[in-house]
């Protein structure tokens, strides 16, 4: 088994490369180093290239004799993908088209899809009564007894057979992949496994490679970009929510499990197993005060903080059900305390204040 990790250099894909090194694998990482870092790919085989070329994509794939691919290579800000949808329609549909169909014309016919819960969209929004049919409260009973505390019948969990109604051009990208890579099964024999994660965090144990985003937009690196004084403060959207603390609740997961469950998921192909979606969380959730007052607990100081006006669109908690990965993959996260994911964040942060760049 010889794996091509498109977008390997990257903050999920670098962490996968690592946990694929480490357990024995043979694997080449791909990537045009447009948003991803040299390194964080830590010595191991990289190849300069853009999904997007074909013909120096098939050369690498029959040099190396690929037989599997794990697919990350995208472009992933939310907002930067209304602004500018040219630029995701061309790398994360056209792009991966042509890498899909290089996979078919060397006969690679397994593939590992990085997908996001933003094909969901924003739960609710269509709804009477807050609700779309279709979300489950199983696994998180104990959200569940806090939002009938504080007024509200159920929260917002998602399930693999949620509607998909994706609200951001990033979101309908990845949307239209995975519609692809049904048609692609079903054609030209394509097997794939679609992993829709939620809120990625943390680090590598080591605190050699970490997350290292510019722009940052995820909500922990900020918090500890504040800590070490980075940002004068962070901003909390809203603190008038129906949860137990007033602000949203949001799944967070390690990027080691992530990393694990990519794993895993080449190892059911691999071993005849149909084409699946996933989805991956921790399955409970944390709020932004439970992450700045953890963040807090871990660095050891006051991270300032003040409360701004409510984000359009936010719902209230949004929580990942994992109970398929959990039951057809075997996937069981290893770093679900919040504790364990801001310690692991906090040593990359100071090692790497300022990411790849400067030690």
Known sequence: M??????????????TAKMLKEQGHDLLVYDN?????????????????????GERLAKVIKDYEITDVIHFAASSIVGESMQNPRKYYLNNVVGTISLLNTLVACKVERIVFSSTAAV????????????????????????????????????????????????????????????????????????????????????DDSGEIGEDHQPETHLIPL????????????????????????TCIRDYIHVNDLAQAHLLAVGYLREGNASEIFNLGNGEGFSVKEIIRTAEEVVG?????????????????????SEKAKKLLGWK????????????AWKWHQNHPNGYSQK
């Open 301 to 321: 100081r006051v991270i300032p903080a003040e409360v701004g006006a409510r984000r359009s669109g936010d719902p209230a908690v949004l929580v990942a059900s």
């Open 120 to 203: 969901y969209g924003e739960p609710g929004n269509n709804s009477e009564n807050g609700l779309i049919e279709g979300f489950v409260t199983a696994g998180v009973t104990e959200i569940a007894k806090q939002f009938a505390t504080a007024g509200q019948t159920e929260p917002l969990v998602l399930n693999e057979d949620c509607p998909l109604k994706p609200t951001s051009v990033y979101g309908q990208t990845k949307l239209i992949i995975e519609n692809a890579l049904k048609d692609y099964s079903r054609a030209y024999g394509l097997k794939y496994i679609s992993l829709r994660y939620f809120n990625a965090c943390g680090a």
């Open 223 to 246: 918090v500890l970009q504040t800590a070490l004084g980075q940002r004068d403060k962070i901003v909390i959207f809203g603190d008038d929510y129906p949860t137990r603390d007033g």
């Open 2 to 15: 010889r794996i091509l990790i498109t977008g390997g250099a990257g903050y999920i894909g670098s962490h």
């Open 33 to 53: 180093l447009s948003t991803g870092h040299a390194e964080a790919v830590q010595g191991l085989p990289l190849v300069q290239g853009d999904i997007a070329d």
């Open 333 to 344: 996260p290893q770093y679900s305390e919040l504790e364990k994911m801001i310690v692991t």
